[in-house]
């Protein structure tokens, strides 16, 4: 079974930056990492679990939610089976935990329930 490990969160201060990581294991060999689409998503409590970006197989095409754009990176490291996020620019609406996912899908409209497994996340605050 997939596993996804979060990491990289934290206190920050408004304008600051965080680099998100994501480590997959868990696959099996005839469907790899290098195979499956990269997603990032992000909840605050009492809200749906929402889209952050996407990064495709090969790591060529990006698609990020409209409050994502031009602060925010994705990318990924086929060879270590890892993911990233790096945020820029933070404000304190960015404070939610975030979540990586895989899928083997590209999904034009990524929605939570679209992903069966799910890991901790990690907890990312942004002070005014």
């Known amino acids: 079974q997939v596993q996804l490990t979060e990491s990289g969160g934290g206190l920050v201060q408004a304008g600051g930056s965080l680099r998100l990581s994501c480590e997959v294991s868990g696959l099996h060999f005839t469907s790899p990492f290098s195979r499956r689409h990269m997603y990032w998503f992000r909840q605050t409590p009492g809200k749906e679990r929402e889209f952050v970006a996407q990064?495709?197989?090969?790591?060529?095409?990006?698609k990020y939610a409209d409050f994502a754009k031009g602060r925010f990176t994705i990318s990924r490291d086929n060879s270590m089976n890892m993911a990233y996020l790096q945020m820029n620019g933070l404000k304190p609406d960015d404070t939610a935990v975030y979540y990586c996912?895989?899928?083997?899908?590209?999904?034009?409209?990524?929605?939570?329930?679209?992903?069966?497994?799910w890991g901790q996340g990690t907890q990312v605050t942004v002070s005014s």
């Open positions: 996912n895989v899928h083997t899908l590209y999904l034009a409209t990524p929605q939570s329930g679209d992903f069966p497994v």
């Open positions: 990064i495709l197989t090969t790591g060529g095409d990006t």
